[in-house]
Antibody
Protein backbone atom coordinates (compact mmCIF):
# COMPACT_ATOMS: atom_id res chain seq x y z
CA UNK A 1 0.00 0.00 0.00
CA UNK A 2 1.08 3.59 -0.58
CA UNK A 3 3.03 5.02 2.35
CA UNK A 4 4.44 8.49 2.74
CA UNK A 5 6.42 9.32 5.87
CA UNK A 6 7.57 12.87 6.52
CA UNK A 7 10.46 13.77 8.80
CA UNK A 8 12.71 16.70 9.63
CA UNK A 9 10.26 18.99 11.38
CA UNK A 10 11.04 20.77 14.62
CA UNK A 11 11.53 24.16 16.21
CA UNK A 12 13.73 26.62 14.31
CA UNK A 13 14.53 30.29 14.78
CA UNK A 14 13.34 32.91 12.29
CA UNK A 15 15.76 33.36 9.42
CA UNK A 16 17.21 29.87 9.75
CA UNK A 17 16.88 26.87 7.41
CA UNK A 18 15.37 23.42 7.65
CA UNK A 19 15.09 20.45 5.30
CA UNK A 20 12.07 18.17 5.30
CA UNK A 21 12.10 14.66 3.86
CA UNK A 22 9.32 12.38 2.70
CA UNK A 23 10.06 8.67 2.31
CA UNK A 24 7.78 6.99 -0.21
CA UNK A 25 6.95 3.30 -0.58
CA UNK A 26 4.27 1.05 -2.03
CA UNK A 27 4.28 2.60 -5.50
CA UNK A 28 6.69 3.46 -8.33
CA UNK A 29 8.01 6.77 -7.05
CA UNK A 30 9.69 7.83 -10.31
CA UNK A 31 6.34 7.68 -12.12
CA UNK A 32 4.56 10.26 -9.96
CA UNK A 33 4.75 13.96 -9.31
CA UNK A 34 4.86 14.94 -5.66
CA UNK A 35 3.44 17.84 -3.64
CA UNK A 36 4.09 19.62 -0.38
CA UNK A 37 1.02 21.08 1.31
CA UNK A 38 0.99 22.82 4.68
CA UNK A 39 -1.56 23.63 7.34
CA UNK A 40 -1.00 26.33 9.93
CA UNK A 41 -2.46 25.63 13.39
CA UNK A 42 -6.25 25.91 13.24
CA UNK A 43 -6.19 26.96 9.58
CA UNK A 44 -6.96 25.41 6.21
CA UNK A 45 -4.77 23.66 3.68
CA UNK A 46 -2.23 25.72 1.75
CA UNK A 47 -0.52 24.27 -1.30
CA UNK A 48 3.25 24.84 -1.19
CA UNK A 49 5.00 23.22 -4.14
CA UNK A 50 4.93 20.43 -6.72
CA UNK A 51 7.66 18.63 -8.61
CA UNK A 52 6.98 16.67 -11.78
CA UNK A 53 7.64 12.94 -11.90
CA UNK A 54 11.00 13.44 -13.61
CA UNK A 55 11.97 16.54 -11.66
CA UNK A 56 11.76 18.54 -14.87
CA UNK A 57 9.21 21.08 -13.67
CA UNK A 58 8.71 22.62 -10.27
CA UNK A 59 6.12 25.15 -9.19
CA UNK A 60 5.78 27.11 -5.97
CA UNK A 61 3.24 29.15 -4.06
CA UNK A 62 4.04 32.85 -4.12
CA UNK A 63 4.36 32.79 -0.33
CA UNK A 64 7.43 30.52 -0.50
CA UNK A 65 8.91 31.32 -3.92
CA UNK A 66 12.59 32.13 -3.68
CA UNK A 67 12.86 30.69 -0.15
CA UNK A 68 11.80 27.03 -0.52
CA UNK A 69 13.14 24.42 -2.94
CA UNK A 70 11.41 21.14 -3.74
CA UNK A 71 13.55 18.26 -4.98
CA UNK A 72 13.51 14.50 -5.25
CA UNK A 73 15.89 11.57 -5.29
CA UNK A 74 14.26 8.71 -7.14
CA UNK A 75 17.14 6.37 -6.27
CA UNK A 76 16.09 6.81 -2.62
CA UNK A 77 12.34 7.17 -3.20
CA UNK A 78 12.52 10.40 -1.25
CA UNK A 79 11.05 13.86 -1.66
CA UNK A 80 12.61 16.91 -0.05
CA UNK A 81 11.67 20.45 0.85
CA UNK A 82 14.56 22.77 1.60
CA UNK A 83 13.24 25.77 3.53
CA UNK A 84 15.35 28.87 4.09
CA UNK A 85 14.78 32.35 5.52
CA UNK A 86 12.03 30.88 7.65
CA UNK A 87 9.37 33.17 9.08
CA UNK A 88 6.87 32.82 11.90
CA UNK A 89 4.11 32.46 9.30
CA UNK A 90 5.78 29.30 7.96
CA UNK A 91 4.76 27.53 11.18
CA UNK A 92 2.57 24.63 10.08
CA UNK A 93 2.19 20.91 9.68
CA UNK A 94 3.82 20.02 6.36
CA UNK A 95 2.33 17.16 4.38
CA UNK A 96 3.80 15.44 1.39
CA UNK A 97 1.30 14.03 -1.09
CA UNK A 98 1.53 11.93 -4.21
CA UNK A 99 0.20 13.41 -7.44
CA UNK A 100 -2.19 11.32 -9.49
CA UNK A 101 -2.26 11.30 -13.28
CA UNK A 102 -3.84 14.74 -13.35
CA UNK A 103 -1.39 16.26 -10.83
CA UNK A 104 -4.00 16.32 -8.05
CA UNK A 105 -2.80 15.06 -4.65
CA UNK A 106 -4.19 11.63 -3.89
CA UNK A 107 -2.29 9.90 -1.07
CA UNK A 108 -1.04 12.00 1.86
CA UNK A 109 1.50 11.44 4.60
CA UNK A 110 0.77 12.09 8.26
CA UNK A 111 2.67 15.36 8.31
CA UNK A 112 5.58 16.87 10.21
CA UNK A 113 5.29 19.98 12.37
CA UNK A 114 7.55 22.95 11.75
CA UNK A 115 7.55 25.69 14.35
CA UNK A 116 9.40 28.93 13.62
CA UNK A 117 10.00 30.74 16.87
CA UNK B 1 -8.21 34.72 1.23
CA UNK B 2 -8.46 31.44 -0.69
CA UNK B 3 -8.66 31.31 -4.47
CA UNK B 4 -11.53 28.83 -4.17
CA UNK B 5 -14.52 29.85 -2.05
CA UNK B 6 -16.30 27.43 0.25
CA UNK B 7 -18.87 28.06 2.98
CA UNK B 8 -17.19 27.95 6.41
CA UNK B 9 -19.72 25.50 7.81
CA UNK B 10 -22.77 23.42 7.01
CA UNK B 11 -24.87 21.22 9.27
CA UNK B 12 -27.72 18.76 9.15
CA UNK B 13 -29.33 16.02 11.18
CA UNK B 14 -28.26 12.37 10.88
CA UNK B 15 -29.61 10.78 7.70
CA UNK B 16 -30.05 14.10 5.97
CA UNK B 17 -28.09 15.63 3.10
CA UNK B 18 -25.51 18.40 3.01
CA UNK B 19 -24.14 20.20 -0.01
CA UNK B 20 -20.78 21.95 -0.03
CA UNK B 21 -20.06 24.41 -2.79
CA UNK B 22 -16.67 25.41 -4.19
CA UNK B 23 -16.57 28.52 -6.35
CA UNK B 24 -13.64 29.43 -8.55
CA UNK B 25 -12.90 30.83 -11.98
CA UNK B 26 -12.06 29.94 -15.57
CA UNK B 27 -8.37 29.54 -14.73
CA UNK B 28 -8.98 26.89 -12.11
CA UNK B 29 -12.27 24.98 -11.79
CA UNK B 30 -13.50 25.49 -15.33
CA UNK B 31 -10.27 24.32 -16.89
CA UNK B 32 -9.06 21.64 -14.49
CA UNK B 33 -10.32 18.65 -12.55
CA UNK B 34 -11.54 19.24 -9.01
CA UNK B 35 -10.72 16.98 -6.07
CA UNK B 36 -12.37 16.85 -2.66
CA UNK B 37 -10.69 15.92 0.61
CA UNK B 38 -12.00 14.94 4.03
CA UNK B 39 -9.95 15.81 7.09
CA UNK B 40 -11.10 14.21 10.32
CA UNK B 41 -9.91 15.95 13.52
CA UNK B 42 -6.22 15.44 14.12
CA UNK B 43 -5.60 13.45 10.93
CA UNK B 44 -4.20 14.00 7.45
CA UNK B 45 -6.51 14.83 4.55
CA UNK B 46 -8.00 11.92 2.65
CA UNK B 47 -9.08 11.90 -0.98
CA UNK B 48 -12.85 11.63 -1.36
CA UNK B 49 -13.49 12.65 -4.97
CA UNK B 50 -11.12 13.04 -7.92
CA UNK B 51 -11.56 14.15 -11.53
CA UNK B 52 -14.70 16.05 -10.50
CA UNK B 53 -16.96 13.05 -9.97
CA UNK B 54 -14.95 9.86 -9.36
CA UNK B 55 -14.67 8.07 -6.02
CA UNK B 56 -11.53 6.14 -4.99
CA UNK B 57 -12.12 2.57 -3.98
CA UNK B 58 -13.44 2.35 -0.44
CA UNK B 59 -15.26 5.68 -0.50
CA UNK B 60 -19.00 5.13 0.02
CA UNK B 61 -21.41 6.25 -2.67
CA UNK B 62 -23.00 8.55 -0.10
CA UNK B 63 -20.33 11.00 -1.26
CA UNK B 64 -20.71 12.46 -4.75
CA UNK B 65 -19.13 15.27 -6.69
CA UNK B 66 -20.27 17.42 -9.58
CA UNK B 67 -19.06 20.43 -11.53
CA UNK B 68 -20.65 23.08 -13.68
CA UNK B 69 -18.70 25.95 -15.15
CA UNK B 70 -16.64 27.63 -12.48
CA UNK B 71 -18.25 25.85 -9.53
CA UNK B 72 -18.03 22.39 -8.02
CA UNK B 73 -20.18 20.68 -5.44
CA UNK B 74 -19.78 17.88 -2.93
CA UNK B 75 -22.94 16.17 -1.74
CA UNK B 76 -23.11 13.92 1.29
CA UNK B 77 -26.33 11.98 1.71
CA UNK B 78 -27.39 9.79 4.64
CA UNK B 79 -25.26 11.92 6.96
CA UNK B 80 -23.54 10.03 9.79
CA UNK B 81 -21.81 11.25 12.94
CA UNK B 82 -18.56 9.90 11.52
CA UNK B 83 -18.84 12.41 8.67
CA UNK B 84 -18.10 15.29 11.04
CA UNK B 85 -14.92 16.71 9.54
CA UNK B 86 -13.47 19.52 7.48
CA UNK B 87 -13.88 19.22 3.73
CA UNK B 88 -11.67 20.91 1.14
CA UNK B 89 -11.90 21.32 -2.61
CA UNK B 90 -8.71 21.59 -4.61
CA UNK B 91 -7.55 22.02 -8.17
CA UNK B 92 -4.83 23.55 -10.35
CA UNK B 93 -4.81 27.19 -11.38
CA UNK B 94 -3.24 27.79 -14.77
CA UNK B 95 -2.97 31.56 -14.27
CA UNK B 96 -1.06 31.15 -11.04
CA UNK B 97 0.73 27.95 -12.14
CA UNK B 98 -0.05 26.71 -8.67
CA UNK B 99 -2.24 24.33 -6.79
CA UNK B 100 -5.16 25.91 -4.97
CA UNK B 101 -7.50 24.84 -2.19
CA UNK B 102 -10.73 26.18 -0.83
CA UNK B 103 -10.77 27.54 2.70
CA UNK B 104 -12.50 24.42 3.99
CA UNK B 105 -16.00 23.63 5.20
CA UNK B 106 -16.73 22.20 8.61
CA UNK B 107 -19.56 19.68 8.57
CA UNK B 108 -21.53 19.29 11.78
CA UNK B 109 -24.04 16.52 12.39
CA UNK B 110 -26.76 17.93 14.63
Amino acid sequence: QVQLVESGGGVVQPGRSLRLSCAASGFTFRNHGMHWVRQAPGKGLEWVAVIWYDGGDRYYADSVKGRFTISRDSSKNTLYLQMSSLRAEDTAVYYCARADGTVAPDYWGQGTLVTVS
Amino acid sequence: QSVLTQPPSVSAAPGQKVTISCSGSTSNIRGHYVSWYQQLPGTAPKLLIYEDIKRPSGIPDRFSGSKSGTSATLDIIGLQTGDEADYYCGTWDSSLSAGVFGGGTQVTVL
